[in-house]
């Protein structure tokens, strides 16, 4: 039962995420997605530790200190923003020790699909356009991440949960990978400004 259970959860996970994907013209990612789930490492611990209402890894973490399926996850797939730490260059004006390096765009646009992906998949029919971003903030004070992709990150969720779905496609698809918006944490915080006061109304 828990097979099916779990292979279900991935495949249509994998459907929503690539249904987004090419309809932003994210082709190669959206046919790639998330491939890692199915191999052994992570399948069969997601068939063990599978819940239906959240990630298998967190209930694996729990049992075991660790998450395997979780560790062979993050270095596989750079949608991820585990996957981008990296020591910095202090010498190069970067900070000490472990840090966020800056993500490529395209992956930031993954990041935040892979993320709306999740919440319906695990939420179903309590999903609304501010889940995403609800399940960011429960955790954003333990990310480690770049100021830039943290900004443009943030842009994206706060405004899908004020301005939904189809808004922020078109501004995806028409402005920031058209390259019309510089990624950058100063430009981003300003546009996402009118967002952040309209969600916390």
């Not at 997601?46 to 729990?62: A, M």
Request: aromatic residues 12%.
């Amino acid at each position: 039962m828990q097979f099916r259970a779990h292979l279900h959860t991935v495949n249509r996970h994998r459907r929503l995420v690539r249904r987004y994907c090419l309809k932003l013209g994210l082709v190669w990612q959206g046919l790639t997605h998330d491939l890692s789930k199915y191999s052994p490492t992570e399948f069969w611990r997601g068939v063990k530790y599978y819940q239906g209402w959240r990630s298998p890894n967190d209930q694996e973490r729990l049992e075991n200190g660790v998450s395997l399926a979780w560790l062979h996850h993050k270095g596989r797939n750079k949608h991820h923003m585990e996957y981008w730490i990296d020591y910095g260059v202090p010498d190069e004006g970067g900070d000490k020790g472990l840090c966020g390096m800056k993500m490529p765009l395209r992956y930031v646009v993954e990041m935040y699909i892979d993320r709306v992906a999740a919440s319906k998949n695990y939420q179903k029919e309590r999903y609304t356009d501010r889940s995403a971003l609800e399940y960011y903030l429960h955790g954003k004070d333990f990310h480690v991440m770049h100021k830039d992709t943290r900004a443009l990150l943030e842009l994206l969720l706060y405004r899908l949960a004020v301005r939904g779905e189809q808004e922020v496609n078109t501004f995806i698809r028409e402005e920031l990978l058209a390259g019309k918006i510089p990624y950058e944490q100063k430009v981003l915080d300003q546009l996402a400004q009118p967002y952040h006061r309209e969600a916390e109304k």
